[in-house]
């Protein structure tokens, strides 16, 4: 385990971690960082937002047989949260991540950090949760931030029907068909329907409901008419 935890501040003076590792002139690095276990609250296709600086190979003299611009990112499944008996080989890879800006010598005498921002996502998963884990093979990295989240479709009314909050199915091409309930003092003309799509819209929506006699349609609800004079 060569990876440090460094206690650093933003450019607002707020107080960040970050992990970091530059073993860039030594052969065969494999050194893995691991996080904590991950429920996915329900979801089936879950999201890793990474933000982390690289240091390019050409800035290091004498690193350059052996030192790299990539790392990787891996996962693993689990129902338990102890995820101390995982073993390296048990992880599947989820991708190799490369920087779209590196940073030199010359930016650290700046103190400009080139900040390069990669999003995965990870999915059908089948279990309640799962670890992350991050490998490298010979970088100058610091891994600033890891965030992780799901997509949905948010509760909302349509056509006189609500539609509950839905989470995003495990494909991303994925229409997931959600049924709506009438909402108050109105009744079915037609099943109302609605398509939850992977990215959190609702789409195609199919029936609706007709707010009941004696009721009228204001602002999504069905309210009553006023007495008469």
């Not at 499944?77 to 030199?104: H, L, V, W």
């Not at 400009?112 to 990870?122: P, S």
């Not at 609706?208 to 008419?225: R, S």
Request: aromatic residues 10%.
């Amino acid at each position: 385990m060569m990876w440090e935890e460094i206690g650093e501040v933003d450019e607002n003076y707020a107080p960040i971690h970050t992990y970091q590792v530059c073993k860039v002139m030594e052969q065969n690095q494999n050194n893995w960082l691991l996080t904590s276990w991950i429920s996915n609250e329900g979801a089936s296709r879950i999201f890793i937002e990474l933000k982390f600086t690289l240091r390019d190979c050409n800035s290091l003299p004498g690193g350059l047989g052996t030192c790299k611009e990539t790392f990787n990112m891996y996962y693993f499944e689990s129902d338990d949260e102890d995820g101390r008996n995982i073993k390296e080989n048990q992880y599947i890879k989820i991708d190799t991540i490369a920087a779209d800006e590196s940073f030199t010598e010359l930016d650290l005498g700046d103190r400009v950090m080139k900040l390069n921002t990669e999003v995965r996502d990870v999915g059908p998963l089948t279990k309640k949760g799962f670890y992350l884990a991050f490998q490298d093979v010979g970088a100058c990295i610091a891994l600033v931030s890891v965030r992780v989240y799901y997509k949905k479709c948010p509760s909302v009314i349509r056509n006189l029907a609500h539609f509950p909050d839905t989470i995003t199915g495990a494909d991303s091409s994925q229409l997931l068909e959600v049924s709506g309930v009438c909402i108050n003092h109105s009744v079915t003309e037609e099943a109302p329907k609605m398509h939850c799509s992977a990215e959190g819209e609702w789409l195609v929506p199919i029936g609706k409901c007709l707010c009941k006699a004696g009721y009228e349609e204001k602002n999504n609800t069905c309210q009553g008419f006023g007495p008469t004079i």
